[in-house]
């Protein structure tokens, strides 16, 4: 009998090397952290032991929830998906093995368990006393497969240690507009609200690139009216508003988009507690939607702040408590922009509480509210706050 080292075949044919064990932990952190999804780190946590050891130890994670529902429908459903589960098959081996080959995902305490297919679902009002955010999934086919598990971000990310920015994106925007309606907002919280920008326009006509843009002016004098009215004369110089937009329903319209905005930045944000708690290594978190219609973030500063100092939550809902407010309007009936872009009604809003610190107004700087939005709506700011300023207040609520 020959011996192996004499074989061809063994000399030809090597036995393979494989090039991921070569490559430092350092590196494979790297590329886990490139890829950011859960989903897809919940894949790359159960390809070996290796991946498995170092995907919790990523610090860059997006979370993208399927659906947001009510604590109780969360709470029955996988009280039902409990009972309909076969003990003998709950360990995290076997529904690895079920999950890879049935592509079905199963309610794991591993990062596996959020492969599977999503159903989205939504509640009528995200600012409701009984909303939750959740991952959802359907059940194995040989069992009910109507039965739908879900699961919260901070079910998601507990498996996660060092986890430094976080973004969360839910399915959709909470505000629902009219098609060519524009409704966006950014909001910065503490322990409450710090800041909030609202932009909207009662439609958006696309024209094509413009070739003189004349709807920047240089007006931007001090003239304020209250919530309840005008508190002086209005010039019909370029800047004002014209008075068919307290007669026609625009101003009214404007402080149902101010409040609509409040509360869903508010309801975010509560819902996002537990997180924060449990993540204390959080640098920066970022709560958005698909639509791009609302986004809340929390900065270092902001998450501690948060930490030691709990939030007043309204009586109400499961919402943060808006705390009075003064807020600069600034109103366009048409702007267009460089891009083309016709922004008819163009509307911006700046919030911020009326009680608000010295330091931290300076923390903010100047530029919050022209560099709240992206491109090209971030220019529609730039030339809105070009225009006559009117300043409103808002009792808390």
């Not at 809105?384 to 300023?389: A, D, E, N, S």
Request: aromatic fraction near 6%; glycine fraction near 8%; charged fraction near 20%.
């Amino acid at each position: 009998m020959s011996l192996p080292f004499s074989d061809p075949t063994f000399r030809i044919y090597p036995e393979p090397i494989d090039h991921f064990d070569r490559l430092p932990d350092s590196v494979l952190l790297l590329v886990f952290n490139k890829i950011g999804d859960v989903k897809a780190l919940g894949r790359c946590c159960v390809v070996s032991r290796r991946f498995h050891s170092l995907v919790p130890q990523v610090d860059n994670v997006v979370v993208r929830v399927d659906c947001v529902i009510s604590d109780d429908d969360t709470s029955s459903t996988s009280s039902s998906a409990d009972k309909s589960r076969n003990p003998a098959s709950s360990g995290p081996f076997s529904s690895i093995v079920r999950l890879l080959f049935s592509g079905i995902l199963k309610p794991l305490q591993t990062f596996g368990q959020f492969l599977g297919p999503k159903r989205v679902m939504l509640s009528s009002n995200s600012g409701s006393s009984s909303s939750s955010l959740a991952v959802g999934s359907e059940d194995d086919g040989d069992m009910d497969q109507s039965v739908v598990t879900h699961h919260s971000p901070t079910q998601v990310l507990k498996n996660f240690n060092e986890i430094r920015f976080l973004r969360i994106e839910l399915p959709s925007g909470e505000l629902g507009i009219d098609d060519g309606v524009l409704l966006k907002w950014r909001a910065d919280f503490g322990s409450t609200l710090d800041n909030c920008v609202i932009l909207g326009a009662a439609s958006v006509v696309n024209n094509g690139p413009a070739k003189n843009n004349n709807s920047i002016d240089n007006v931007s004098d001090g003239l304020c009216v209250n919530s309840n009215g005008v508190n002086g004369a209005l010039a019909d110089d370029n800047g004002s508003i014209p008075e068919s937009f307290y007669t026609n329903g625009g101003l009214k319209l404007r402080v149902v988009w101010t409040i609509s905005s409040l509360i869903a930045a508010s309801a975010r944000h509560f819902l996002l507690q537990p997180i924060i708690a449990e993540h204390k290594t959080l640098d920066s978190l970022v709560l958005t939607d698909v639509d791009g219609q609302g986004v809340l973030c929390m900065n270092r500063e902001q998450l501690e702040e948060l930490r030691v100092k709990p939030l007043s939550a309204s009586s109400a809902s499961k919402r943060t408590l808006v705390p009075a407010l003064n807020m600069r309007l600034w109103y366009a009936p048409h702007l267009e922009l460089p891009d083309g872009t016709l922004l008819k009604g163009a509307t911006l809003v700046a919030i911020r509480p009326s009680e608000q610190s010295v330091a931290k107004k300076e923390a903010s700087g100047g530029s919050w509210v022209s560099t709240a939005f992206e491109e090209p709506y971030g220019t529609a700011a730039k030339m809105l706050v070009k225009r006559r300023t009117y300043c409103l207040e808002m009792n808390s609520f």
